[in-house]
């Protein structure tokens, strides 16, 4: 079992900058990916970023390449996201996810982004 925390969100004028953070309650050294997600107000959830257990891997939606940056520190059992020129349409809630070796998936409950105009 896996219990993830999200922190970070909040309301940020268009442009401007926030850091996202995942907290693992438990060793995250069996993860075998983590990554974001996020869900705006009637969309589906969509695939934001993912980064592989080394760190070394890394994919982005082509929505936030150049303006996103995913990275962890397993000593820490925490992930990052650091979010730069935000736009409108980046609002959203972002939920963490984690899946171990094992398959299973874990989610967070979700923090929210607002981006204003």
């Known amino acids: 079992q896996v219990q993830l925390v999200e922190s970070g969100g909040g309301l940020v004028q268009s442009g401007g900058s926030l850091r996202l953070s995942c907290a693992a309650s438990?060793?995250?050294?069996?993860?075998?990916?983590m990554g974001w997600y996020r869900q705006a107000p009637g969309k589906e959830r969509e695939f934001i970023a993912r980064i592989s257990s080394s760190g070394r891997t890394t994919n982005y939606a082509d929505s936030v390449k150049g303006r996103f940056t995913i990275s962890r520190d397993n000593a820490k059992n925490t992930m990052y996201m650091q979010m730069d020129s935000l736009k409108p349409e980046d609002t959203a809630v972002y939920y963490c996810w984690v899946r171990l070796i094992t398959g299973i998936d874990y989610w967070g409950q979700g923090t929210q982004v607002t981006v204003s105009s």
């Open positions: 438990n060793s995250i050294g069996s993860v075998y990916v």
